[in-house]
């Protein structure tokens, strides 16, 4: 057992690390880097499923099946090796089963978050009891940024897993849905808190396997785009003389796709673009991060999570929607991000560093044994 150093936490992170998604994959490492540049020994809990690792590498190799190209099999399987060997270089706890946890070691601090790790609706990490600190062995146990995900506030949150949220010292979430269910389940009103890729920085750049796009491209992020929104957006690109690239998926009405982007690549391609197009939640966070003109359309299980967001950095005219005129596109695309943006954001990056203050205090309630559930 690793012994952590004096005045210095053993913390664990729990989240959704393994998924061959770019904005799980930097929200775990920007907030695994905010808590070691603080001093902690923090790792990722590095739990394993076969049944999830077989869930997920259907999604990765065919994202928009029936839709998917078979001829870009190899280059979704490139893009899925690129992020495990982004995941291999992230300190990590040793792996443990995710239904059996025993056995493993005990933390000052276990932290639940970020991400929709309280989505009872998700299609194979849904309902699992670790991400509400079941069998969890930790001293404190608190949640980052967690979001109940497309799970409405208007089903409520059953008896059982409300029960299981009681057990966490300190809760904030990332949205006002997220925030709604914690309070009618346990009466107490959860801290909003920025996703950790708007609070954190995203650390030292590492050497990536970059395209050459010039600096004339709007990135394209997410897939399964509605007709009238790649109308729309071909229209407007092909006016400013601007190449549309897909970027981790294939967009047959872009001008380009790089597909097998590893993580790396993905915030250079993102910081480099002079617009962002998508219906991803992480390409709005992305687009906000790196103070992008950009327009998202909705998509149908992300429509809970883009609205909250938008709601939250007072971006919502940037939601564009099939009635939405050509003149929507010129004046979100063509013009800087509004100064008040900026000033929203910048007041809840206060309210999220004071949140984690206190989460990391050592005056904080502590358990005189390690907490196991069973």
Known sequence: MRIAAAGTMKIGLLTFHRCINYGSYWQARCLLQALRSRGHDAVLLDHRSRRIDMAEW??????????????????????????????????????????????????????????????LDHPWYGECPLFFGERVRAHRLAAYGASFGSYAADKGLPHAWAKRLGSFDLISVRDGNSRAIVEGALGV??????????????????????????????????????????????????????????????????????????????????????????????????????????????????????????ALAGTSEHLVSEQSPWQTYEARLDSPLSIDIARRLEQRRRASEAYLDRVLSQDSPRAEEPRYAA
């Open 189 to 310: 009103e959860a801290e909003v808190v920025l996703d950790p890729c708007l609070q954190f920085p995203l650390g030292e750049h590492r050497d990536a396997n970059r395209a050459e796009h010039g600096d004339a491209y709007v990135a394209v992020y997410g897939h399964s785009f509605s007709g009238w929104f790649a109308h729309a957006l071909r229209d407007w690109a092909r006016r400013r003389d601007l190449r549309l690239v897909s970027i981790g998926y294939r967009n047959a009405w872009a001008d380009d796709s790089w597909i097998s982007a590893g993580p790396e690549d993905f915030r250079h391609f993102m910081a480099g673009a002079r617009a962002i197009a998508t219906n991803f939640f992480h390409g709005c966070v992305f687009a906000l991060r790196e103070w992008k003109p950009f327009v998202c359309e909705r998509s149908p299980y992300r429509t809970i999570k883009i609205g909250e967001l938008m």
């Open 58 to 119: 259907r999604c990765a190799l065919r994202p928009a099946w029936p839709a998917s190209f078979r001829s870009d099999g190899a280059l979704y399987a490139s893009k899925a090796r690129r992020f495990l060997d982004a995941l291999a270089a992230l300190p990590r706890s040793p792996g443990f089963d995710l239904d059996s946890p025993r056995g493993t070691d005990p933390y000052d601090l276990v932290i639940v978050g970020s991400d929709e790790v309280w989505n």
